[in-house]
């Protein structure tokens, strides 16, 4: 079974610039997570699909971050415009919907995608 | 005062040695507890869950106190394969909340 995919996998893009990244979540796993790392720090949440609806998205850290998930398959996180201080690793995660048992539900996490801002 | 705080490392052990990882969180509304294993420049992958019982996969022993809000990680007879950050994890609400990571190098 494939896992999480991301795309792409590094983005050097000068300041003001549009970046989009997109994730393939493992086939079937409703819940759909955007983490991101920046340089020194703790990798920290972004935002959770359930399908094709956003159920949280405390961590988005402005409204210079779109994030979308249409039919609830794949995702794509844009960036518009981008600043230095968005340069980073962003992971994407996936995980099944067992409403009953959603403590043990595993995240599974892509590769993530360097995104570097000049 | 960060939500998840590990010991800053690097932690340096020679190949067999037992090393301890220890974690604090501050929300004690957190439901469940991991330990994760992120090698360089690689995605965070599961290591094992952590239970109040505690509980133990081969050489790995994970220990949670709710009480205290601490939790643990125990490696016995360390492999040079273990070098790798390892990420204390908190979940609350299906979001998970990282520690900086303790970065552990098994020298042979």
């Known amino acids: 079974e494939a896992g999480v995919t991301q795309f792409p996998s590094h983005s050097v893009i000068e300041k003001g610039q549009t970046v989009t990244l997109r994730c393939d979540p493992i086939?079937?796993?409703?819940?759909l997570y955007w983490y991101r790392r920046v340089m020194g720090k703790e990798i920290k949440f972004l935002l959770h699909?359930?399908?094709?609806?956003?159920?949280?998205e405390s961590g988005m850290p402005n409204n210079r971050f779109l994030a979308e998930r249409t039919g609830g398959t794949y995702s794509t996180l844009k960036v518009q415009p981008a600043e230095l201080e968005d340069s980073g690793v962003y992971f994407c995660?996936?995980?099944?919907?067992?409403?009953?048992?959603?403590?043990?539900?595993?995240?599974?996490f892509g590769p993530g995608t360097r995104l570097t801002v000049l | 005062r960060k939500e998840v705080e590990q010991d800053p490392g690097p932690f340096n052990v020679p190949e067999g040695a037992t090393v301890a990882f220890n974690c604090t969180y501050s929300?004690?509304?957190?439901?469940?507890f991991f330990w994760y294993r992120q090698d360089c420049r690689k995605e965070p992958k599961l290591l094992m869950s952590?239970?109040?019982s505690g509980n133990e996969d081969g050489r790995f022993t994970a220990q949670l106190n709710r009480a205290s809000q601490y939790i643990s990680l125990l490696i016995r007879d360390s492999k040079l394969s273990d070098s790798a950050t390892y990420l204390c994890?908190?979940?609350?609400?299906?979001?998970?909340?990282f520690g900086q990571g303790t970065r552990l190098t098994i020298n042979p």
């Open positions: 952590v239970y109040s």
């Open positions: 994890v908190v979940q609350g609400a299906q979001k998970l909340v």
């Open positions: 699909f359930v399908k094709e609806s956003k159920q949280d």
């Open positions: 929300n004690s509304a957190s439901q469940s």
């Open positions: 995660a996936s995980s099944q919907d067992r409403q009953s048992n959603w403590d043990t539900d595993t995240q599974y």
């Open positions: 086939s079937g796993h409703d819940n």
